[in-house]
């Protein structure tokens, strides 16, 4: 099974600046990685599929980037809607199974 | 626009069954591939199972192998979940999902549902 880890657990970033988020997996599992964003008592949404590519009606300042191993989601300008908990998720052995990572809390600094 | 509700959760003692079923709307229900994805309370998200868009293909986490079964009726815009030999660690809220890619899907979950919560205890 491909693990993803995810770092660092919980961001704390003021509004208006950047936060960088990182995710790993245990092996390779070239682009084929997404970003969910899950706000307390809803369901994720998905952000970032193909490792770089936005989903429809996803903002700019949503960025993904990275391959093989190593994968960063940048949020540019954090808006008050951005806190909340972001996951990454694999599906390289597709269908297989897919697997996410733990997860990180951004919260307001 | 997209909507998909689960209905079916409940508390369900150790040993026991449930149906979850998850009813579909604002697209083409039998062209896509759909997912049923958990998160266990306070913790993250593990997927469950996913079936093809006409039934012929299904997959399952080892986890949930052979106690769940994930079905649909294409004719009712409708995808269950038949969970048998619950766990206490099968206690979690159920989402159903889409997947992004019609026909056979690409494994990934783009619309979600709100989410239906099975407690697993006696």
């Known amino acids: 099974e491909i693990v993803m880890t995810q770092s660092p657990a919980t961001l704390s970033v003021s509004p208006g600046e950047r936060a960088t988020l990182s995710c790993r997996a245990s092996?390779?599992?070239?682009?084929?990685l997404a970003w969910y964003q899950q706000k307390p008592g809803q369901a994720p949404r998905l952000l970032i599929y193909g490792a770089s590519t936005r989903a429809t009606g996803i903002p700019a300042r949503f960025s993904g980037s990275g391959s093989g191993t190593e994968f960063t989601l940048t949020i540019s300008s954090l808006q008050s809607e951005d806190f909340a908990v972001y996951y990454c998720?694999?599906?390289?052995?597709?269908?297989?199974?897919?697997?996410f990572g733990q997860g990180t809390r951004l919260e307001i600094k | 626009q997209v909507q998909l509700v689960e209905s079916g959760g409940g508390v369900v003692q150790p040993g026991g069954s449930l149906r979850l079923s998850c009813a579909a709307s604002?697209?083409?229900?039998?062209?896509?591939?759909m997912h049923w994805v958990r998160q266990a309370p306070g913790k993250g998200l593990e997927w469950v199972a996913f079936i093809r868009y006409d039934g012929s293909n299904k997959y399952y986490a080892d986890s949930v192998k052979g106690r769940f079964t994930i079905s649909r009726d294409n004719s009712k815009n409708t995808l269950y979940l038949q969970m048998n030999s619950l766990r206490a660690e099968d206690t979690a809220v159920y989402y159903c999902?889409?997947?992004?890619?019609?026909?056979?899907?690409?494994?990934?979950?783009?619309?979600w549902g709100q989410g239906t919560l099975v407690t697993v205890s006696s």
């Open positions: 092996q390779s599992v070239s682009s084929n």
């Open positions: 999902a889409k997947d992004l890619r019609h026909s056979y899907g690409d494994g990934i979950p783009d619309y």
């Open positions: 604002g697209f083409t229900f039998s062209s896509y591939g």
């Open positions: 998720q694999q599906y390289n052995n597709w269908p297989l199974a897919i697997t």
